[in-house]
């Protein structure tokens, strides 16, 4: 995936991750103004891609017996964990971005993964003979 691809998909998870936030009650992305929310949800959604990225193919490795004896649903609890570790490393470098626990971030991962899933489909991919 060249720079544009990645730009991309940077894009499509800060939307779906600001629609989260307006959706799900206890997930909250501040900002003083809208030009600071935006860059907010831009880093969040880096920090984000880079945690289920680095992450979560260790974790499906180490824990694929809790995956199939689960047939899968342990992913969901997974997501919910990762979604929370981005909160912790967002308050890292004083981001407004807070999930207020586990439950909000069970159901905003879900939806993050819903609304991500549709955008993805609806945006097309650049071509890998595209110049990025």
């Given at each position: 995936?060249?720079?544009?691809?990645?730009?991309?998909?940077?894009?499509?998870?800060?939307?779906?991750?600001?629609?989260?936030?307006?959706?799900?009650?206890?997930?909250?992305?501040?900002?003083?103004?809208?030009?600071?929310?935006?860059?907010?949800?831009?880093?969040?959604?880096v920090?984000?891609?880079?945690?289920?990225?680095?992450?979560?193919?260790?974790?499906?490795?180490?824990?694929?017996?809790?995956?199939?004896l689960?047939?899968?649903?342990?992913?969901?609890?997974?997501?919910?964990?990762?979604?929370?570790?981005?909160?912790?490393?967002?308050?890292?470098?004083?981001?407004?971005?807070?999930?207020d626990?586990?439950?909000?971030?069970?159901?905003?991962?879900?939806?993050?993964?819903?609304?991500?899933?549709?955008?993805?489909?609806?945006?097309?991919?650049?071509?890998?003979?595209?110049?990025?």
């Amino acid at each position: 995936m060249g720079a544009m691809g990645m730009l991309i998909r940077v894009v499509i998870n800060a939307i779906a991750l600001w629609i989260t936030a307006l959706v799900v009650p206890g997930i909250d992305v501040g900002g003083s103004n809208a030009g600071h929310t935006v860059l907010t949800v831009l880093v969040v959604a880096v920090i984000f891609g880079l945690v289920n990225a680095i992450l979560k193919p260790i974790i499906k490795v180490v824990g694929c017996v809790f995956y199939i004896l689960t047939l899968g649903l342990i992913a969901l609890v997974v997501n919910a964990l990762l979604f929370l570790l981005t909160d912790w490393l967002g308050h890292q470098f004083d981001l407004p971005f807070t999930i207020d626990g586990f439950w909000p971030a069970f159901w905003g991962a879900i939806v993050m993964a819903v609304v991500s899933w549709v955008l993805n489909f609806v945006v097309p991919e650049p071509r890998s003979g595209d110049r990025d």
